[in-house]
């Protein structure tokens, strides 16, 4: 399968991507139990965002490489839902479901969802260190800086450490998420570029576009949190605001939090309008946001 940057379908990469990590995470069979774990939830659905805006990237540029680009994009979800898996034990966020069925240590019990954790980390690393490319060493050090105590692992500490105590500005809060969130987000942009050689200019644009992408995402999410609501002694609440965790609605409230998506995602236009080539194949993911944006 190629695509272009006219024609680049997530929908259609979506299946292709999903084929391939069954296909890819059925050959890790040295420890069946291990391997079931992994796959429970590498496999349970998902947007794909990530390694999707990956692909998008690279099919604007020159024709996708399913033997390489997959295994590129597909190391980017491993280290999601890695981080899922973990973000989801009961020292962290203690959570029961993920994606409408029992997270991954209420299956498995927490030891092996630590293991398949841990597994699907490494295995992201083996995938590109795999690669026949001059780039696989630097792919590998963005997804690690993405990925470890400079980027997303060092955003989950602060989420952890000041869970409960509220940040004293939304510049702190905009800190942590940048972290946690915007850095695995802004990594499928910094990959694509050292992948395909892209010039400064470009690969500065893209990454602007992948920061405010992934600012615009966590607010919806903080959003999507508030209105997916239960009813607890005849009130409203959401997991988010009981935990006491920081959000975009908690330093701006839900009007203002509405207002900064909107700001952020005009943002990503305005850096997608400066690209110099045909990157059409990224505006569709800016329509993730349509159900938000008053």
Same mark, same amino acid.
């Given at each position: 399968?190629?695509?272009?940057?006219? %024609?680049?379908?997530?929908?259609?990469?979506?299946?292709?991507?999903?084929?391939?990590?069954?296909?890819?995470?059925?050959?890790?069979?040295?420890?069946?139990?291990?391997?079931?774990?992994?796959?429970?939830?590498?496999?349970?659905?998902?947007? !794909?965002?990530?390694?999707?805006?990956?692909?998008?990237?690279?099919?604007?540029?020159?024709?996708?490489?399913?033997?390489?680009?997959?295994?590129?994009?597909?190391?980017?979800?491993?280290?999601?839902?890695?981080?899922?898996?973990?973000?989801?034990?009961?020292?962290?966020?203690?959570?029961?479901? !993920? !994606?409408? !069925?029992?997270?991954?240590?209420?299956?498995?019990?927490?030891?092996?969802?630590?293991?398949?954790?841990?597994?699907?980390?490494?295995?992201?690393?083996?995938?590109?260190?795999?690669?026949?490319?001059?780039?696989?060493?630097?792919?590998?050090?963005?997804?690690?800086?993405?990925?470890?105590?400079?980027?997303?692992?060092?955003?989950?500490?602060?989420?952890?450490?000041?869970?409960?105590?509220?940040?004293?500005?939304?510049?702190?809060?905009?800190?942590?998420?940048?972290?946690?969130?915007?850095?695995?987000?802004?990594?499928?942009?910094?990959?694509?570029?050292?992948?395909?050689?892209?010039?400064?200019?470009?690969?500065?644009?893209?990454?602007?576009? /992948?920061?405010?992408? /992934?600012?615009?995402?966590?607010?919806?999410?903080?959003?999507?949190?508030?209105?997916?609501?239960?009813?607890?002694?005849?009130?409203?609440?959401?997991?988010?605001?009981?935990?006491?965790?920081?959000?975009?609605?908690?330093?701006?409230?839900?009007?203002?939090?509405?207002?900064?998506?909107?700001?952020?995602? %005009?943002?990503?236009?305005?850096?997608?309008?400066?690209?110099?080539?045909?990157?059409?194949?990224?505006?569709?993911?800016?329509?993730?946001?349509?159900?938000?944006?008053?």
């Amino acid at each position: 399968m190629t695509a272009s940057a006219a %024609a680049f379908s997530a929908a259609d990469w979506r299946e292709t991507l999903n084929t391939y990590l069954r296909d890819e995470i059925g050959k890790v069979d040295q420890q069946p139990q291990l391997q079931a774990s992994m796959a429970y939830s590498l496999l349970a659905g998902g947007k !794909r965002i990530r390694p999707l805006l990956y692909l998008a990237t690279v099919a604007a540029y020159q024709e996708i490489v399913p033997e390489v680009d997959l295994a590129i994009a597909g190391s980017i979800e491993l280290v999601h839902t890695y981080s899922l898996i973990h973000d989801d034990l009961p020292a962290m966020d203690n959570d029961d479901y !993920r !994606r409408g !069925r029992p997270t991954n240590h209420r299956q498995f019990g927490e030891a092996m969802a630590i293991l398949a954790g841990d597994g699907l980390l490494t295995l992201a690393f083996q995938w590109l260190g795999r690669l026949s490319l001059p780039q696989a060493g630097q792919l590998c050090g963005i997804l690690a800086t993405a990925s470890g105590p400079q980027g997303m692992v060092a955003g989950q500490a602060i989420d952890i450490h000041q869970t409960g105590t509220s940040l004293d500005s939304l510049a702190a809060v905009a800190q942590l998420d940048a972290l946690k969130t915007g850095a695995l987000l802004t990594a499928p942009f910094q990959l694509a570029a050292c992948r395909l050689n892209l010039s400064l200019p470009t690969s500065a644009s893209l990454v602007d576009f /992948g920061h405010h992408f /992934g600012v615009a995402f966590q607010i919806f999410d903080d959003l999507q949190d508030i209105h997916s609501t239960a009813a607890k002694m005849g009130k409203a609440v959401h997991k988010d605001q009981e935990e006491g965790k920081n959000t975009y609605p908690a330093q701006l409230g839900v009007v203002g939090a509405q207002q900064a998506l909107a700001a952020q995602v %005009a943002a990503a236009q305005t850096a997608l309008a400066a690209l110099p080539e045909n990157w059409q194949g990224l505006q569709q993911f800016l329509r993730y946001f349509d159900g938000e944006i008053k």
